[in-house]
């Protein structure tokens, strides 16, 4: 008999504080919406993926690194991989954060302010996982 471990690893650090542009990604604030946006971990985003990869590779062996083909999230897996000799990490957009439309790089407090209509469908919306 075999046994199968899966490992989710999702980071909190948010690179971003209410802009899509990637010059504000050492920002280290948590308080924007990033969906889809394609950002760079900031500098404690890498700190943590650094962390979860040390301590991933102290428990069973990774055989297979799946990951969204977003920067950010790609990033994390290949610091994962690189604590395992470097296997390959498989890109699927499938995997990507959730799209935010509208309301992709605000900040949260004033999304009611900025975006309100698209903030109120969110706010109502049923998501079928």
């Not at 010059?23 to 890498?46: E, T, Y």
Request: net charge neutral.
């Amino acid at each position: 008999m075999w046994k199968l471990t899966l490992s989710f690893v999702r980071l909190h650090q948010n690179p971003l504080i209410g802009s899509p542009d990637p010059s504000m990604a050492d920002n280290d604030s948590n308080s924007s919406s990033i969906g889809h946006l394609d950002v760079a971990l900031n500098h404690k985003g890498r700190q943590q993926a650094v962390l979860v990869a040390e301590r991933l590779s102290k428990g069973p062996k990774i055989s297979s690194i799946y990951s969204s083909n977003l920067k950010r999230a790609y990033d994390t897996a290949e610091t994962i991989a690189s604590c395992y000799g470097g296997i390959e990490v498989v890109k699927d957009p499938e995997l990507r954060e959730r799209n935010l439309g509208d309301l992709q790089g605000h900040e949260y407090r004033e999304l009611s302010k900025t975006v309100p209509i698209a903030y109120e469908a969110f706010l109502h919306c049923i998501v079928h996982v």
